[in-house]
């Protein structure tokens, strides 16, 4: 069983910045894909950028510029870095681990973020 715990989470205005970190209880941790999904009220989940233990990238379009998705498979840490927040962005995020052999996935218990106009 994997622990996500995440932090961060807060309030901020429109052109500014969040950070929002997720530390992990799992071993052998570079074999996780981590990701961070954010879900908006009466919204599904939508991924917004995940990295591989080798350091790949991928972010959802309405993000790239923006937020910056990163690890440190030493410290088990996954950092979102945040900038030029839009009210758009308002959701409550999610940190996400697979493991990759076996797809099995875990999640964190979320961290609201919200973006004022």
């Not at 790949?56 to 979102?80: C, E, H, P, Q």
């Not at 996935?105 to 106009?117: A, D, E, L």
Request: aromatic share 12%; glycine share 8%; net charge positive.
């Amino acid at each position: 069983q994997v622990q996500l715990v995440e932090s961060g989470g807060g309030f901020v205005q429109a052109g500014g910045s969040l950070r929002l970190s997720c530390a992990a209880s799992a071993s052998f941790f570079s074999w996780y894909t981590m990701a961070w999904y954010r879900q908006a009220p009466g919204k599904q989940r939508d991924l917004v950028a995940a990295i591989t233990g080798r350091h790949s990238t991928n972010y959802t379009n309405s993000v790239k510029g923006r937020f910056t998705i990163s690890r440190d498979n030493a410290k088990k840490m996954v950092i979102l870095q945040m900038n030029s927040l839009k009210p758009e962005d308002t959701a409550v995020y999610y940190c996400n681990a697979k493991y990759r052999p076996t797809a099995a996935q875990y999640w964190g218990q979320g961290t609201q973020v919200t973006v004022s106009s």
